[in-house]
């Protein structure tokens, strides 16, 4: 079956560095991406790997393994507004994304 | 302006009333999708369309359906309500260049009494 797991919650200083894990199981491979999510807002995108390694687009990064059905987003120099939740997503085919149920991020001072 | 719009933004009603929910979007996407959110759960996909004769059912389209008006414009109804379609239901587009990542518009809180 499909299947895309990620922590429910996580909690981080201000400041600090956190990752966000996302381990996948799909019948098919075309690209992962990361939303991050505000309460009560719509998904906006953040990164897309579809190749194995690391993507780095400011202080966040995205990393794949798809051998392993991993990915990870690393969030770096931490801000309050990063509290969120933050989404994984794989395309199965051509248009099909799988979503994750997100891993809320907590940011405290 | 936003590029991809919903209305309405909040909606509140009973069970067995029908509701159309409406999404328009000024991108030149030919992608559009529905999806709902309930807490816990990802993002499930109710229909997309491709462009204005294509229209495909997603994992979840019992209950709903949709018309695709134009390019620009994507409509979700519910024939007759029911508490569990109680949601924050979202419109999508994607278009096939660059990555092909989905731009969201801002959702519509649907609660069935």
């Known amino acids: 079956g499909q299947n895309i797991d990620q922590p429910t919650e996580m909690t981080a200083t201000e400041g600090a560095i956190v990752q966000i894990n996302c381990t996948y199981q799909t019948s098919g491979f075309n690209g992962l991406f990361w939303y991050q999510q505000h309460a009560g807002e719509a998904p906006t995108f953040l990164s897309y790997n579809v190749l194995d390694g690391l993507e780095e687009k400011g202080r966040f990064s995205s990393f794949l393994s798809r051998s392993k059905g991993y990915s990870y987003l690393l969030l770096k120099e931490l801000q309050m507004k990063d509290s969120a939740s933050y989404l994984c997503a794989v395309r199965d085919g051509d248009y099909q994304l799988i979503w994750g149920a997100g891993t809320k991020l907590i940011i405290k001072p | 302006d936003a590029d991809v719009t919903q209305t309405p933004r909040n909606r509140i009603t009973k069970t067995g009333k029908r509701i159309m929910l409406e999404c328009s979007q000024t991108k030149g996407h030919d992608r559009m999708y529905w999806y709902r959110q309930d807490p816990g759960l990802g993002l499930r996909l109710i229909y997309y369309?491709?462009?204005?004769?294509?229209?495909n059912k997603g994992e979840i389209s019992d209950g709903y359906s949709v018309s695709r008006q134009a390019q620009a414009k994507f409509s979700l109804s519910l024939e007759s309500a029911i508490p569990n379609q109680t949601a924050l239901y979202f419109c999508?587009?994607?278009?096939?260049?660059?990555?092909?990542?989905?731009?969201f518009g801002p959702g519509t809180r649907l609660t069935v009494l």
């Open positions: 369309s491709f462009d204005v004769k294509d229209i």
């Open positions: 999508a587009t994607s278009d096939l260049t660059g990555v092909g990542e989905q731009f």
